[in-house]
Every structure is written in structure tokens, then in C-alpha cells.
């Protein structure tokens, strides 16, 4: 089984589930591995992704979630539906824009929490950059050292590379999420986490 950069991330996202958690949305959700993890936790979960191969393949492995074949940026979302909202390498498929439907389909205190991507720009950037390279590889070793005998998905969701810098993140999300914290990751990622205010 490869090293999976998002897979990593899944604890630290799930850390962001609010207490008392009851219905979550996971856009962008693939194959649902993050959204079964949801729904092992008790919570309502609709998992939704534009691709109809790896939906076909998530409603096959079943667990939990209800799992839509449908475009974010077409739905129309129900107002303060969902206690909290993640998007796992999602986000830079679509308009940053599409935040601002994500942040008004929250109930009140609940959690948008993005893992996304950006390509490097700065010489920050490339720093983080270099510092990964290591650890990934070390990473993988030892997935490959404890875990021989798996393989990876057959099925994979589409790749698209980002195009918003870390820069431009930061400052579309002061305007749409306000109050929002965004933290630079290892492994070419940030994680963006807001909650909607009372």
C-alpha cells in the first residue's frame, strides 16, 4: 500500500469534529474512507464527489455513508444543515469560491475543515518542500516494511494539480471565512479550519 498523504491527515481532521456532532457532509469524498471514518463515529454522513467510477466503487464497499455522484458547485446545499464539512484534497478541483456554500450549509458552531493542496511558490514553499522529501520517503518504507501484504485501490479519484498559491488561500479565505486558521502541513499540504460563529 502506497503512502497516502491524505490518509495521514485523518486523524487531525477528525480532531476537528465538534462535540455533539450529528450530520457532516465530505465533499470531494473519492472512494469514502474518510467519510466511513465519520459515520464510524456515529454521525449522518452524505459524501459527495463528480467522479461516477469512484462513487460506484465507494457505494460497493458500503459503510455507512450516503455517498451522491453530483458537482458541488451544482448543488444546492440546505442552510445550517451540517455540524461540520470536510474537503480532503477537494477544494482546488473547484472555484476557492465554493467555500462561501460550504460555509452557509453550517450550523451554527459548526466546522469547515479543509485539507488542501498548493503548488510551491515561495521559497517558503520549497523549504517545506525539501523537509518532505525525507520524511516521505521514510514514510513509505515503513508503510511498505508493516503493511506487505496490501495493495492499493484499484479504483482512484482524478488528480488535478492546484493553482492557488498558500498566498492567495489565505487571503480569499479572510474575505469568505472570516476568522478561519490556516496551518501550513508537511507533505505539501495545509489545513484550513473555520467555524461558524453564533
Sequence with gaps: MPFNHNDHYHRTLLRRVPKGCRTALDVGCGTGRFARRLAGLGIEVDAVDPAAEVIEAAVAEGGGPRFHHADITRMELPESRYDYISCLASIHHV?????AALRDALTTGGVLAILGCYPERSAVDYAWSLAAIPANATARLAVTATEPRE???????PVKHPEMSLEEVRRE??????????????????????????
Design 95 to 99: 472555484p476557492f469560491g465554493t467555500v
Design 173 to 198: 479565505a479572510a474575505t469568505l471565512l472570516p476568522g478561519a486558521t490556516i496551518r501550513r502541513l508537511l507533505f505539501w499540504r495545509y489545513l484550513l479550519v473555520y467555524r461558524r460563529p453564533s
Design 151 to 157: 495493495r492499493a485501490e484499484a479504483t482512484q479519484a
